[in-house]
């Protein structure tokens, strides 16, 4: 399959470009099993691949222009974008070009010796369902590059080099959990990363083996809201930081948690714009969700992955009534799976939106699916996608 994809891919762009390409390279969405904005907060995220992939196929070029195309027509695909590198400047390109563009400004910011390219996407990964699709393209984008430029950069270096893309060029202040998941995760395993120095460990969940299956539940829904509120809820965690005189909420134990919030109740409370958190709900959720990421580990590594699913769902009532970054949509998937049965269930990715993940028995995955569809159609939603996240590569070349 992949192979078949990846040939077509070959074939789309020697039919744009006139040549055959010098490779093909992968890179997956993502869900986040657990720890969610922890990693703007130098915390702890617990991400797995999905089999769903942005293939680039691509060959160098030598006069300094990076010329790009999808395959995707409601990307804003179908005309190849040109631009010259010397001339890219941050945001200063709108649309999706702007991700590889971004990488390869990224890159050159660095000092690394990356010239012109010809790239053409194919994607089977969601866009608009929190499931980083973004993230896969600019990681693919900059694996083609290292690739092609014989730069042996680490995946660590790529995940980071892809977030300064998105951060400085396209201008999202994300954190570097999903790009190191596109460029770290590894097949059968959920990656426990320490966003903080990158540590990382692949962590084996090994779901079908273990009778259990993990839904994603993609709501269909994007709320106007996110983008702002992303960034309000990173300054409001940078604000109880500094208010707790720590370089990061990482650095506030679980066990000071009473004490910290103690101290925090004589500090202004101002709920942000479009009724965000406040600081210490900010704080709660932060030091509680990084201890829930522990706990999964300490589930998992003791052979128990059914007992994770408490933890997914009061990870979901933190992200819904401490951070406040939920919406009906999640709530309904989330409620909808645990009275039809579900082991566990909780929003994925930034919030406002997107996709839940819900831990089953994979006995149970049909009628646990049904009910939430059910749920939908009853509240006059939309009809949700359900699909199995199997745990799945992360970025490689194919060809
Ligand atoms: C988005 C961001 C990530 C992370 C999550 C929330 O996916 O891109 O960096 O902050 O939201 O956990």
């Given at each position: 399959?992949?192979?078949?994809?990846?040939?077509?891919?070959?074939?789309?762009?020697?039919?744009?470009?006139?040549?055959?390409?010098?490779?093909?390279?992968?890179?997956?969405?993502?869900?986040?099993?657990?720890?969610?904005?922890?990693?703007?907060?130098?915390?702890?995220?617990?991400?797995?691949?999905?089999?769903?992939?942005?293939?680039?196929?691509?060959?160098?070029?030598?006069?300094?222009?990076?010329?790009?195309?999808?395959?995707?027509?409601?990307?804003?695909?179908?005309?190849?974008?040109?631009?010259?590198?010397?001339?890219?400047?941050?945001?200063?390109?709108?649309?999706?070009?702007?991700?590889?563009?971004?990488?390869?400004?990224?890159?050159?910011?660095?000092?690394?010796?990356?010239?012109?390219?010809d790239l053409h996407y194919d994607s089977t990964v969601p866009v608009g369902a929190g499931l980083s699709s973004s993230a896969a393209l600019e990681v693919v984008t900059a694996?083609?590059?290292?690739?092609?430029?014989?730069?042996?950069?680490?995946?660590?270096?790529?995940?980071?080099?892809?977030?300064?893309?998105?951060?400085?060029?396209?201008?999202?202040?994300?954190?570097?959990?999903?790009?190191?998941?596109?460029?770290?995760?590894?097949?059968?395993?959920?990656?426990?990363?320490?966003?903080?120095?990158?540590?990382?460990?692949?962590?084996?969940?090994?779901?079908?083996?273990?009778?259990?299956?993990?839904?994603?539940?993609?709501?269909?829904?994007?709320?106007?809201?996110?983008?702002?509120?992303y960034a309000q809820r990173r300054a409001m965690c940078e604000h109880g930081a500094r208010a707790l005189g720590v370089h990061a909420l990482r650095d506030v134990q679980y066990a000071q948690l009473p004490a910290a919030l103690g101290s925090l109740a004589a500090a202004p409370q101002d709920a942000g714009p479009g009724g965000g958190p406040d600081v210490r709900a900010a704080v709660r959720h932060v030091v509680t969700e990084n201890r829930r990421v522990e706990d999964v580990i300490a589930r998992l590594d003791a052979g128990d992955p059914r007992a994770i699913g408490p933890l997914l769902t009061d990870g979901h009532a933190s992200l819904r009534d401490d951070f406040r970054v939920s919406c009906a949509e999640?709530?309904?998937?989330?409620?909808?799976?645990?009275?039809?049965?579900?082991?566990?269930?909780?929003?994925t990715g930034g919030g406002f939106g997107g996709s839940a993940v819900v831990l089953v028995e994979e006995a149970a995955a049909d009628a646990v699916a049904g009910r939430i569809v059910q749920a939908f159609a009853a509240a006059g939603y939309a009809r949700p996608r359900i699909f199995p996240a199997v745990p799945s590569a992360g970025a490689r070349r194919l060809v």
């Open positions: 399959m992949t192979d078949q994809r990846a040939r077509h891919t070959a074939e789309r762009f020697r039919e744009v470009y006139g040549a055959a390409p010098a490779g093909v390279w992968a890179a997956p969405g993502r869900v986040n099993l657990i720890g969610e904005h922890t990693d703007y907060n130098d915390g702890f995220v617990m991400p797995l691949a999905l089999p769903h992939t942005i293939l680039a196929a691509a060959s160098p070029r030598t006069d300094g222009v990076l010329r790009v195309h999808s395959g995707d027509g409601s990307s804003g695909g179908g005309q190849i974008a040109e631009l010259r590198l010397d001339a890219l400047r941050p945001a200063s390109d709108g649309g999706w070009a702007a991700y590889p563009a971004g990488v390869v400004w990224a890159m050159r910011e660095a000092g690394l010796p990356v010239g012109g390219a694996l083609a590059l290292d690739d092609l430029y014989g730069l042996g950069l680490t995946r660590q270096r790529l995940a980071r080099l892809a977030q300064r893309a998105e951060n400085a060029f396209v201008g999202v202040p994300c954190g570097i959990m999903d790009q190191t998941a596109a460029a770290c995760c590894t097949e059968g395993h959920a990656l426990f990363l320490d966003t903080r120095d990158l540590s990382q460990r692949q962590v084996p969940f090994d779901l079908a083996g273990r009778g259990l299956r993990l839904l994603v539940v993609d709501t269909r829904v994007k709320h106007e809201l996110g983008d702002g509120a999640l709530d309904l998937a989330v409620a909808a799976a645990g009275a039809a049965g579900a082991l566990g269930a909780r929003m």
